[in-house]
């Protein structure tokens, strides 16, 4: 979690970052990490690593390979890898990846859909 | 008879890994759960399902925390917590809730409890009722939004969720009665009304369902 | 030593099966089949038939109990029910309304 708030606030070579004044409006495609500081609305697709910062406001869907969002997220999230959703964080759609977690203070609403894994007895209850 | 309950000085109650209970569980005190337990659970005080423990049944509690399996749904008043190797298939209610790595969940989450806050530019979207700013009544519909907003006793289903899709490209939420109900109801403003009245919105669904907490 | 305990504010209504110990501080209602020893304490309460390997009543028993080795009413316990066991202990003050077969 440190490496990504550093990230956040001091993006590395290698991350793109959206600043705290920009909107996009459209669609985002890439193959490198990202860091959202303002706005985006619309859809993003990554295969890389994305950062939602505090002040980031989504309201897309996003395809990526992993997430943390410590900002605002409306729309379905589906990752490759793991979703993290921090404290603070505001999310607002369906999120689907092998891992996801949602520490304490964070507000979520929505759709969570991992992969479990239960014995045949339980998947039979479960549907 | 000696009690080997957990360590604490509050009473409790366990249910050992031998043991298989059917049927309805309901107290006020805690329940660590070994075993396996089928039914429904309701209590006052705290849920512990133990890594070895099966739930299948729906839980209502305080607090729940998770290191086993639960099947159904569970509603707490102050937190549900799953543990690294927890695994829940059923739906979460409450005011907060914490998925640790290693946990495994599917269902949906629902921590009713407050609308983000507005931010600068941010428009309390979607109530599926916000007015759209066509007419003046753009500035009243965030109060009202706001107090409409019901506590989300939701129907946990897992509709499209992006029923704002139609927000796209748009920066402002549409709703048409604002204008048309105008003159009907002087409470123009007051979105929660003209969301019931409202027969033109067949598009949305009903207050109360939303799936993807519109706020 | 008991494993699972039911403690005195909870209420289960329903089914109890297994293979191990049990304490009843609570109320039981339904059924119970365990093959190890039950103790239903003095704060306890159980209406349901029951089958286990041996009993021990402080609390209150209403239906029948099948215990394959022994059933044992103490002192202000309050039974009301059959008891089938081979050997069958019942203290003096406690009140017992039931029939007793020691046969089986």
Partial sequence: MANTNARASSPTSDACVIGPQTAVRGSLSGQEDLVIEGRVEGSVSLSGHLIVAESGEVEADLEIESIAVLGQVRGDIVASRSITIERGAQVSGNVRAPRVMINDGAHFDGAVEMEVDLPDDLRKAAR | MTRQSPPTDEPSTLIGPGIFVRGRVSGEEDLHVEGRLEGSIELTETVYVATAGIVVATVQARDVVVSGVVVGNVTAEDSVTLNAGAKLVGDITAPRVIVADGAAFSGNVAMGGEPPPPRKERRQPTRRATPKPAAATRPAAKPSTKASKASPTRVAAIPTPRAARRDEGDDTVVVKHAEVDENKRSAGKKTAKSRKKAPPRARVPKPGKRRVGRR | ?104
């Fill in chain 3, 1 to 104: 030593m008991a494993n699972t305990v039911i403690g005195s504010t909870i209420v289960i209504d329903g089914e109890i099966t297994g293979d191990e110990d049990l304490v009843v501080q609570g109320t039981v209602k339904g059924r119970v089949g365990l093959r190890q020893n039950i103790h239903v304490e003095e704060s306890g309460v159980v209406e349901a038939n029951v089958e286990t390997a041996t009993i021990t009543i402080l609390g209150t028993v209403t239906g029948d109990v099948v215990a394959s080795e022994r059933a044992e009413l103490k002192s202000n316990c309050r039974v009301v029910g059959d008891i089938h066991a081979p050997r069958v202990l019942i203290a003096d003050g406690a009140s017992f309304k039931g029939n007793v077969d020691m046969d089986g």
